[in-house]
């Protein structure tokens, strides 16, 4: 196996991510804006990214240059830009520099901050926390921990998007690291929720009272507590949440991850996980709300697989076994994440010279695909803006580009929790579906795009009984 690479240390600020940027010059033959002085696009971008981008593909086409966020970036635009980018045939592309300088002062080491031989090392030791016995096992807490969140919320009217935000923090206390909920957890999640604002802070470093001090004092708390446990959990033997798991990781060779990596890739996973778990949750829900007709096919197959309620008439579980034959219920989740995915756009650096779309695309050039806008072309989808499950039937997946919807990213760097995501949402639909009908109240909301999708008034609903 190769070598692994040396870590840095969280406070140092690497070079290699800035040095041989392209200047302007550089850069010159490809089509674009620079915008403001200073700023660039940077404003533009925050305000209507999705608008910013539909308005620079009719411009300049499916490759432009854009200043924002003090340089440039190309745009890759498409679906063969997708493949490109993800599949990556000739690594040509860094995950590391394209996502580091936005989150490595909080979670460095991910698995999206890793590449090639030491990404593949890592993501083959930690794969061991989603094989089958593992996952059977955060079923049983999935299913608990929902029923009895759910049961809590009763019938009226609520905020969906922090109420589901916090089930999946809990859900993840209980699932990823094994603890019950209470004030611990409580505790664990707070730092969680401080690391993940300030990673889209727009002061980057930890000033007093600001939110980057808040994330930085978070991670500090955390590298802390996931070290002592870490080593806790190797004398006492793993358990079978999702933390033991990775405590206990072993590279092809035998050798165990070293504590500081299994620190690391806790923090990213429970950052990855919940957030974007929230928000595609929630953007389901939306839009069975606004189809009843869907909600009602779901509802019915749920029941069919279930078995429906039990004696006390409350739903049944959704055993492990059965995930698979909720496909209706699949589809919509996969028609949600086509609408509104979690992760609207993912960046990479060009590690050497490369052309796509008739440009020379210089070394060191930070690039970015749009899953935003390919999940929303006209080229790829019949009336993109039309809620239809049924774009996810075999033979139109078949038909369709491979990489016309990538919501998980693609390649290498596909997403290792894809599985558990589906898992848990399932289980929601299982858990509610069968006990209330969902109905908007406040009207289609507004969403907020970027960094994560989310309602700007929190999705308001109403729950109502069946019976």
Not at 72 to 79: D, K, P, S, T
Not at 109 to 121: N, V, Y
Not at 255 to 280: G, K, Q
Request: aromatic content about 10%; glycine content about 8%.
């Amino acid at each position: 196996m190769a070598t692994l690479a040396a870590h840095q240390p969280t406070e140092a600020a690497p070079t290699h991510w800035t040095e041989g940027n392209p200047d302007a010059h550089a850069l010159a033959h490809i089509p674009g804006e620079k915008g403001w002085p200073l700023v660039g696009n940077t404003f533009r971008m925050l305000a209507d990214p999705h608008g910013m981008a539909k308005a620079m593909v009719e411009k300049y086409g499916k490759v432009y240059k854009n200043k924002a966020f003090g340089g440039w970036n190309v745009a890759l635009i498409g679906a063969d830009a997708n493949e490109l980018v993800l599949f990556d045939r000739d690594k040509l592309f860094s995950s590391e520099q394209g996502w580091g300088p936005i989150l490595d002062k909080l979670f460095p080491r991910g698995l999206m901050l890793m590449d090639f031989d030491h990404h593949r090392a890592d993501r083959r030791a930690l794969s061991i926390a989603f094989k089958p016995g593992p996952m059977r096992h955060y079923s049983g807490a999935l299913n608990r921990g929902i029923a009895r969140r759910v049961e809590e919320w009763g019938a009226g009217q609520m905020r969906f998007y922090p109420a589901i935000k916090e089930l999946t923090l809990d859900l993840a206390a209980d699932s990823f690291i094994g603890i019950p909920w209470g004030p611990e957890a409580d505790t664990i999640n707070r730092a969680f929720v401080d690391m993940v604002q300030a990673s889209v802070a727009p002061v980057r470093k930890p000033l007093p009272f600001t939110q980057m001090k808040r994330g930085v004092d978070g991670r500090a708390y955390l590298v802390d507590y996931f070290t002592r446990e870490t080593h806790r959990r190797r004398a006492e033997g793993g358990g079978q949440d999702m933390f033991s798991q990775f405590a206990t990781a072993e590279y092809d060779d035998g050798r165990l991850m070293p504590v500081d990596e299994v620190v690391d890739h806790m923090n990213f996973l429970m950052m990855a996980a919940h957030d974007t778990i929230t928000s595609s949750a929630t953007s389901l829900l939306w839009l069975l709300a606004k189809h009843p007709e869907w909600q009602e096919k779901l509802r019915a197959e749920v029941e069919a697989v279930t078995g429906g309620s039990d004696a006390s008439g409350k739903p049944r579980d959704l055993a492990y076994e059965d995930l698979g034959k909720l496909e209706l219920t699949e589809m919509a989740f996969k028609e949600a994440l086509r609408f509104i995915p979690p992760v609207p756009s993912m960046p990479r650096r060009a590690l050497r010279e490369f052309e796509f779309g008739g440009y020379r695309i210089p070394a060191g050039t930070p690039v970015g695909i749009n899953i935003h806008w390919t999940h929303h072309s006209e080229e790829y989808w019949d009336e993109p803006e039309k809620f239809d499950p049924l774009r996810f039937t075999p033979d139109k997946v078949k038909a369709r580009h491979k990489y016309a919807w990538v919501p998980f990213g693609g390649g290498a760097h596909m997403c290792l929790g894809l599985h558990f995501a589906y898992m848990q949402v399932k289980i929601l639909m299982a858990q509610l579906l069968p006990r209330y009908r969902v109905e908007l109240t406040g009207g289609d909301p507004e969403w907020q795009a970027w960094p994560i999708p989310k309602p700007r008034d929190g999705l308001k609903i109403a729950l109502k009984p069946l019976s």
